[in-house]
């Protein structure tokens, strides 16, 4: 199995970036399609945007296109996630995700390995 921890969150201002990190043990990322979920108070979780293992296909959702960058590092064995522009409404815990497939399903469900979630809040 693999581990995964995120660390970057924080609180910003709207119309500013923040860089999500996701490192990786216990096996190495390119093993792994990898995406960044999010969930709100009250809220369903969500996906963000995906990168497919060993490609550089990248997936995002609406509310994510144009503004998040999904990247991934294979030497240091670690996923990004560079969010510009952000508003109110990104706030959220952001999760990472890996399943060990050559496609990306949405439905969390899908996904098998989570990372414990790092906190985000922007304010206006």
């Known amino acids: 199995q693999v581990q995964l921890v995120e660390s970057g969150g924080g609180s910003v201002q709207a119309g500013g970036s923040l860089r999500l990190s996701c490192a990786a043990s216990g096996r190495t990322l390119s093993s792994y399609t990898l995406g960044w979920f999010r969930q709100a108070p009250g809220k369903e979780r969500e996906f963000v945007a995906g990168i497919i293992r060993s490609r550089s296909l990248t997936y995002y959702a609406d509310s994510a296109k144009g503004r998040f960058t999904i990247s991934r590092d294979n030497a240091k064995n670690t996923v990004y996630l560079q969010m510009n522009s952000l508003k109110p409404e990104d706030t959220a815990v952001y999760y990472c995700?890996?399943?060990?497939?050559?496609?990306?399903?949405?439905?969390?469900?899908?996904?098998?390995?989570w990372g414990q979630g790092t906190q985000v809040t922007v304010s206006s």
């Open positions: 995700a890996a399943e060990s497939k050559d496609t990306i399903v949405v439905v969390t469900t899908w996904w098998n390995y």
